[in-house]
């Protein structure tokens, strides 16, 4: 088969940086040929009786790129741009992503074409249901064990849980994570993607040897990552200039009121910023929030934020990625240039999968935690991992997303090397 290239704009990019660290790790051809694909690609079609009668036929997919070290683990969102390549993708990215997090998965990730948007509330049940249905035979808390990505959230895990459950007989609660805490969920998973997203940023600053109190941050994207980024990040003591969702960018020199803001969200019907206000803010156009002169800019919007239109008017002195592939690969290079630093988007935004983690082992242990300990384990790994690949980035020479490349394939290959080429 020999190396893989791909149409799919994700998926190349996702395989040139594997074969990139992969060679400089002096991996063994076949190990990269196993690692190159994916072990099980699941195609299926979804047909849905939509609310005027009609019938429908949507296309879904779930794929397990690795589970060399545990059970696939990854997400399944509902878009319109869902494609079985961009699942391939981001499947290979959780491999990395769970290795790199210290915790027992493999990756995986899934998703079904639809707008969720146009769809009422029966409608996307009955596709979470009918979707749920079809990947039985694959999902198993020692298989394959999804959760929420774009556009799902706790309602369509209770949804998928309760069909495999009723299809299995027996109530089967650690197949899915990122449920409710009313139903298996866990304390602390909402905050923890923008807690581990702050606590990498602080820990950056940390090794730099720079005072948060006198470090100013801008934030793009101020929805259930961005927030908790930012109430973290305020709590320490930083001051947040500038924050924008799709209503726009806001920015105060003096810094927002990260917890008013929040209460405004918490008040809007959309949790949209719009009408925001405080004394000195300024209303700018959203991709102005990029160019302003700040110290730390957290991308926690969509993928390909930055990009080659807009990288080279970036002012930022660090970056630490929230979303998946926030900086496309031309940016990077751009960004590289201008000396910029950046934290790679699978070290920085760990903290979801993390704490879906220990919503796994609470379930199979049938025992909760409380947010106390949800959050200082979460702290401790997070930091650790930080840590680990700073200290790696810095022996070897390499940027943090090379060095973040090369330790979470590195155990990968350990762990298929150990366990040998079987199935
Ligand atoms: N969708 C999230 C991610 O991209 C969470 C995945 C999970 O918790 O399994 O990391």
Request: net charge negative; with cysteine; hydrophobic share 40%.
């Amino acid at each position: 088969m020999g190396k893989r290239t791909s149409e799919n704009v994700l998926l190349d990019t996702a395989l040139k940086n594997f074969y990139g660290a992969a060679e400089e790790l002096g991996l063994e051809d076949g190990l990269i040929e196993i690692l190159g694909n994916s072990e099980r690609k699941m195609s299926v079609s979804i047909p849905v009786v939509m609310d005027d009668g009609s019938t429908r036929v949507f296309n879904g997919y779930r794929v397990q790129h690795s589970s060399a070290i545990g059970p696939a683990k990854g997400g399944i969102r509902f878009h319109p741009d869902v494609c079985l390549e961009e699942c391939e993708a981001l499947a290979m990215l959780m491999t990395w992503k769970c290795s790199l997090a210290g915790i027992p998965y493999g990756g995986g990730k899934g998703g079904v074409e639809c707008n969720p948007l146009e769809m009422s509330k029966g409608e996307k049940e009955r596709v979470a249901r009918t979707f749920a249905a079809r990947i039985e035979p694959v999902v198993g808390a020692w298989s394959d064990v999804p959760a929420p990505d774009v556009n799902t959230g706790g309602q369509e895990m209770v949804w998928f849980m309760d069909t495999i459950s009723k299809m299995r007989g027996r109530l089967e609660p650690a197949i899915f994570t990122g449920k409710p805490v009313s139903l298996w969920g866990s304390q602390g998973r909402t905050e923890a993607t923008g807690l581990g997203v702050a606590t990498c940023a602080l820990e950056l600053l940390k090794v730099l040897e720079k005072d948060p109190k006198k470090t100013t941050f801008t934030i793009q994207g101020f929805g259930n990552v961005g927030t908790y980024a930012a109430l973290t990040l305020v709590d320490a003591g930083a001051k947040v200039i500038g924050i924008s969702d799709i209503t726009g960018a806001y920015y105060c020199k003096d810094g927002i009121d990260i917890n008013k803001a929040f209460q405004h969200i918490s008040e809007h019907p959309q949790r949209l910023l719009d009408g925001y206000k405080q004394p000195g803010l300024e209303k700018i156009d959203a991709e102005e929030l990029l160019f302003l002169d700040t110290d730390v800019f957290i991308p926690a919007a969509l993928e390909g934020a930055v990009n080659k239109n807009n990288a080279d008017k970036v002012k930022a002195r660090y970056i630490v990625e929230a979303a998946n592939g926030p900086i496309t690969p031309e940016a990077d290079a751009v960004l590289d240039a201008k000396g910029i630093l950046i934290v790679p988007d699978f070290l920085a935004n760990s903290g979801g999968v993390i704490g879906s983690y220990f919503e796994w082992a609470q379930n199979l242990g049938g025992y909760f935690w409380t947010r106390e300990e949800y959050n200082s384990r979460l702290l401790h790994i997070m930091k650790g991992n930080f840590q680990r690949v700073w200290e790696f980035s810095q022996e070897r020479k390499v940027k943090m997303r090379r060095g973040a490349f090369m330790t979470a394939i590195a155990r990968v290959a350990d762990a298929v090397r150990m366990r040998g080429v079987f199935l």
